[in-house]
């Protein structure tokens, strides 16, 4: 996922507040089977669906930008587990120029549905916050098509 756009009033929060929040994710995605990192030194985040891991960066957060990361994350590998959109979430590293092509065409559409899927998991576990929807920020769809293929090499 992209870095996000805006950082809110409440930069990360105290340690005690911190750890106790770090906790209760962890707990929560231990509950649909996933392992989860947190990252210190970014804010940005990333699943890998096919082995049900989640890297969530925390730098400069305030709860509901990690909360919301975190959910859009467990989105991806929820919609992995549903065979949806199995083109973008295979994993995949090296890409023809024509696969680049659908994925490209089809991510898009893969981080809304991840946004909409985190959006529910995350009102159900964690009611009384508010989920951030990255991908309806024109800075951050700029950002996604500049730089989405990038860290995948395309053959010829």
Same mark, same amino acid.
């Given at each position: 996922s992209p870095p996000l756009a805006k950082k809110g009033p409440d930069f990360f929060m105290k340690k005690e507040k911190n750890q106790k929040l770090l906790k209760s994710i962890l707990k *929560? /995605? +231990? $509950?649909? %089977?996933? =392992?989860c990192k947190f990252d210190n030194k970014t804010d940005e985040s990333f699943a890998l669906p096919h082995k049900g891991k989640i890297e969530v960066g925390i730098k400069g957060l305030n709860e509901s930008q990690i909360l919301s990361s975190a959910f859009h #994350? /467990? $989105? %991806?590998?929820v919609l992995f587990r549903k065979k949806k959109f199995l083109t973008v979430h295979d994993g995949s590293k090296v890409l023809t120029k024509k696969r680049a092509r659908v994925i /490209?065409? *089809? !991510? /898009? +559409? !893969? #981080? %809304? #549905?991840a946004? =909409? *899927? $985190?959006k529910d998991l995350m009102r159900e576990h964690f009611p009384d916050i508010k989920y951030i929807a990255n991908y309806e920020d024109p800075e951050i769809l700029n950002w996604f098509r500049e730089n989405y293929l990038l860290d995948r090499k395309s053959v010829v």
């Open positions: *929560t /995605l +231990k $509950g649909f %089977h996933i =392992r #994350e /467990l $989105g %991806h590998v /490209l065409k *089809t !991510a /898009l +559409k !893969a #981080e %809304h #549905e946004d =909409r *899927t $985190g």
